[in-house]
């Protein structure tokens, strides 16, 4: 008996777009992101840039109403500017000093981290200052140390110091500001290790107590660790949220006194919006180099990232 062979039809001829369907899908649900990244964000960059070498008040357009000075808008910043030059100190104060949000976040995740009646309540208290807004936060310290009936210096004054007037002190007034950003701030690197806690192995702190590991020691050796993505996110939201600070000093001196509190971002709008300002070229000096110093931290992060993924693929 003869075997009949049936020719074996040809394959339908796929699309491009189904040949590469898998690479391509996620580009299509990130291109309308990616756009309105670049319109609201990368577009301004460069054109901060640009503004930044014109003398411009912001009427009208640059090529006809601004006039071309190159560098010399950061000339003066960095050689003649004592205000720049406290704006930029104040900055640093904020970076160091804003970093104590990291371990008190910590310590009281770790406060948290109980299963005691009550705690809930207490979750809920720390978690409060997170949720509610900076405005917010601004006038109830500024209420806090108001000089004749604020709750700081009843206490001072309870323990027999006398009144202080925090925000209207050339020398205290950052520090005061500092301490309200602190606050709930102090709350967001809580979530963070809260967080980060629940994912601690407890196969690995079971072993740690039996090699008699207890206390400093469990804490540094065994769960700080495993703490490492929620520390390396917090120090990153911490840091950044440092350098752009500008909503509580706008509502608790707005600037003063003396000026004595301003930062950048602050004095990049006093320069550029503000009653007296629109000096829209050296507004945007200011702003490029605050740009310039984030970046710098940014870079260093996103490095750090690489290598800890670098590593953990091998």
Not at 101 to 114: D, E, M, T, V
Not at 249 to 260: A, E
Not at 288 to 298: D, P, W
Request: proline share 5%.
């Amino acid at each position: 008996m003869a075997i009949t062979t049936q020719p074996i039809p040809p394959l339908a001829k796929q699309s491009w777009y189904k040949r590469n369907e898998i690479a391509v899908t996620p580009w299509l649900f990130l291109v309308p992101g990616l756009i309105m990244f670049a319109v609201y964000v990368i577009f301004p960059i460069f054109q901060s840039f640009r503004i930044s070498l014109y003398k411009w008040d912001g009427l009208g357009t640059l090529a006809t109403h601004a006039d071309y000075v190159g560098l010399a808008n950061f000339e003066k910043l960095l050689t003649r500017d004592r205000a720049f030059n406290t704006s930029l100190w104040n900055n640093l104060k904020w970076l160091i000093f804003y970093l104590a949000a990291i371990p008190a976040g910590l310590f009281i995740a770790l406060f948290l981290n109980q299963t005691v009646r009550g705690i809930r309540l207490y979750k809920s208290l720390f978690f409060f200052p997170f949720v509610i807004s900076q405005i917010v936060v601004g006038l109830v310290f500024t209420w806090f140390y108001d000089p004749q009936y604020g709750l700081f210096n009843g206490i001072i004054g309870f323990i027999g110091f006398e009144p202080i007037n925090v925000l209207g002190d050339p020398t205290l007034s950052t520090y005061g500001i500092i301490a309200a950003g602190i606050w709930p701030q102090t709350a967001y690197c809580m979530i963070l290790y809260l967080t980060g806690l629940n994912s601690v192995d407890p196969e690995q702190i079971e072993a740690a107590r039996l090699d008699g590991a207890k206390g400093l020691r469990m804490l540094w050796h065994v769960i700080l660790p495993q703490l490492r993505p929620a520390t390396f996110i917090a120090f990153v939201v911490t840091v950044i949220g440092s350098l752009r600070s500008f909503d509580l000093i706008s509502i608790m001196t707005n600037g003063g006194p003396f000026g004595s509190s301003r930062v950048l971002s602050f004095y990049m709008f006093e320069k550029s919006l503000s009653e007296y300002g629109f000096k829209m070229g050296y507004g945007a000096a200011i702003a490029v180099i605050l740009f310039l110093i984030m970046m710098v931290f940014i870079g260093y992060f996103l490095w750090r990232m690489y290598q800890d993924e670098k590593a953990a693929s091998r």
